[in-house]
């Protein structure tokens, strides 16, 4: 934010100019426009006693430089936060958040759409240091009062989820869960803070994976978890602990890629729904799990709340063998296959949630691929794709 501004005329910016003057002081900088990559681990005291009081701005690497102030204060103002601290994935981002809320001898909430990772961690890691997970179907709403415990100190959520697409009614789980103080943990990079604003919506802590629209162009990990008043002592000093800092150039990336996200969003957000439609009038799909669409479960929770979809959905097959699924998508040119999403290229996978539910079944109907759709022209899109449509049913 620029000097001359005060924190309320920022607040009262659009989303577009807010992401153009967040984190960003080029008198600080001798004028340059961006704050730079700065490196390092010592910082230098002037004198003895500015080292013993830690009076500089900057004491140490681990503790914060110009480069992750610059991101994690331009974020903060983003998703309305209190503060936010950046790490090295979303991965590790879902970690922390779930760390720094809990203590051996607790209970935690977890949607059973999570990210699957994430449930790895409450599995493995939580459960050995003796926090016992329950899992719950994503369209629980209300009921999820009833699974509460004395020992319950946090809620984990994920609208919608990453592969099935159940958009959860966060704001009445938090309203729930805090009555039960509990925290509230949201990963929140689906709809990213300009589709949900996920503090105002009542969550404590919430998750983004930079890795995918921050980011936006597949060169990067990063994650970021920012918190309100109530979580955020806690956060920070849980970070400060384990020192898991984001490294300065993915840092710098992310700042960079930041000036460009919404315009890339909304991009993404017309193409998707063009191909979610497109797709929903093709014979071979069955449903169209997209949280704009009727089909998606939670749709009207995402009208409620939701102030715009991304780039990622999943659609749902008519029965089709598996190797006709294979003609289809090994020969399509532009679509690559491979994990993560939120960059400028298109790119779709097969999944089956039905491996690792543990509450809910995952019973589709047909066989499942999750697409992100890029920065391309869609109509090359439909064209790649229909071609593919002619490999599955010459297979089929
Ligand atoms: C990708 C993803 C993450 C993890 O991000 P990484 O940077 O790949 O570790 C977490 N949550 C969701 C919903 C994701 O899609």
């Not at 602990?241 to 315009?263: T, V, Y």
Request: net charge negative; hydrophobic share 40%.
């Amino acid at each position: 934010m620029k000097d001359k501004m005060t924190q309320a005329a920022f607040n009262r910016l659009k989303d577009r100019t807010k992401l153009v003057y967040a984190g960003r002081d080029p008198w600080e900088q001798h004028g340059f426009v961006n704050t730079p990559i700065y490196r390092g681990s010592t910082v230098l005291a002037p004198t003895m006693e500015a080292l013993l009081a830690r009076s500089n701005r900057y004491i140490y690497g681990t503790l914060g430089t110009p480069t992750s102030d610059a991101l994690e204060s331009a974020w903060s103002a983003i998703a309305g936060a209190k503060g936010t601290v950046c790490v090295g994935s979303g991965l590790a981002a879902c970690s922390l958040a779930l760390l720094s809320c809990l203590k051996a001898g607790d209970h935690l909430l977890v949607t059973d759409s999570v990210y699957r990772p994430t449930r790895h961690f409450c599995e493995g890691f939580l459960k050995r240091f003796g926090v016992e997970t329950t899992y719950f179907d994503p369209m629980i709403g209300e009921g999820i009062a009833a699974l509460f415990k004395p020992n319950t100190a946090a809620v984990f959520t994920e609208a919608p989820g990453s592969q099935s697409f159940e958009v959860q009614d966060v704001p009445t789980i938090a309203r729930i869960a805090h009555a039960h103080n509990a925290t509230v943990i949201m990963d929140n990079t689906w709809a990213t803070p300009f589709f949900f604003p996920p503090h105002e919506m009542g969550v404590d802590l919430a998750i983004e994976a930079g890795t995918k629209y921050l980011s936006g162009h597949s060169d990067l990990l990063l994650g970021l978890v920012s918190a309100n008043e109530r979580s955020w002592t806690a956060l920070r000093d849980t970070y400060d602990a384990m020192a898991i800092c984001a490294g300065p150039e993915d840092m710098f990336l992310a700042l960079r890629g930041m000036r460009s996200m919404l315009l890339r969003l909304k991009e993404q957000e017309k193409a998707a729904l063009d191909m979610a439609h497109w797709l929903k009038a093709r014979p071979e799909v069955l449903k169209v799990l997209h949280p704009a669409l009727p089909d998606c479960p939670g749709h009207e929770i995402w009208k409620r709340d939701f102030k715009g979809s991304s780039g990622l959905f999943s659609i749902i097959l008519k029965p089709v063998s598996q190797k006709a699924v294979a003609a289809m998508l090994d020969d399509l040119a532009l679509f690559g296959m491979g994990y993560s999403w939120g960059g400028f290229e298109s790119l779709i996978i097969p999944f089956d949630c039905s491996t690792y539910r543990s509450v809910t079944k995952w019973e589709p109907g047909g066989p499942a691929l999750r697409i992100q759709i890029g920065l391309e022209d869609v109509e090359d899109l439909k064209i790649d794709l229909d071609a593919g449509f002619s490999r599955l049913r010459a297979a089929g």
